[in-house]
Nanobody, 129 residues
Framework: QVQLVESGGGLVQAGGSLRLSCIAS????????MGWFRQAPGKPREFVSS????????DYVHSVKGRFTISRDNIKNTMYLQMNSLKPEDSAIYYC??????????????????????WGQGTQVTVSS
């Protein structure tokens, strides 16, 4: 069974930075397309970013473009989300997710919750104003 564990969340002032990590175990990390989602209190979970299995293709929600960078290290079985210029509205629980399905293009970047098969427990990010 694939397990995903997020880390790196915390409390930061507006304008600051954090780097989230997601470590995968129990599967073949290099074969998964990966993604980050977030959920703020009282709001539905939303897509933040995704990355193709070899890290060639990436995608971002408009609100984080230019501030967040997704990356992965298939040797370390780890995905990252570098978050710069953080805003209070970025405060949320951040979840990593993995898509493990056959026949998907190597350059695909999934964006819908239903496209992902495994989820982490989440890490809290709080940005103070």
């Amino acid at each position: 069974q694939v397990q995903l564990v997020e880390s790196g969340g915390g409390l930061v002032q507006a304008g600051g930075s954090l780097r989230l990590s997601c470590i995968a175990s129990g599967g073949t990390f290099a074969s998964y397309h990966m993604g980050w989602f977030r959920q703020a209190p009282g709001k539905p979970r939303e897509f933040v970013s995704s990355i193709s299995r070899e890290g060639i293709a990436t995608d971002y929600v408009h609100s984080v473009k230019g501030r967040f960078t997704i990356s992965r290290d298939n040797i370390k079985n780890t995905m990252y989300l570098q978050m710069n210029s953080l805003k209070p509205e970025d405060s949320a629980i951040y979840y990593c997710a993995a898509q493990n399905r056959l026949g998907i293009s190597d350059l695909y970047t999934p964006k819908l919750e239903g496209e992902f098969d495994y989820w982490g427990q989440g890490t809290q990010v709080t940005v103070s104003s």
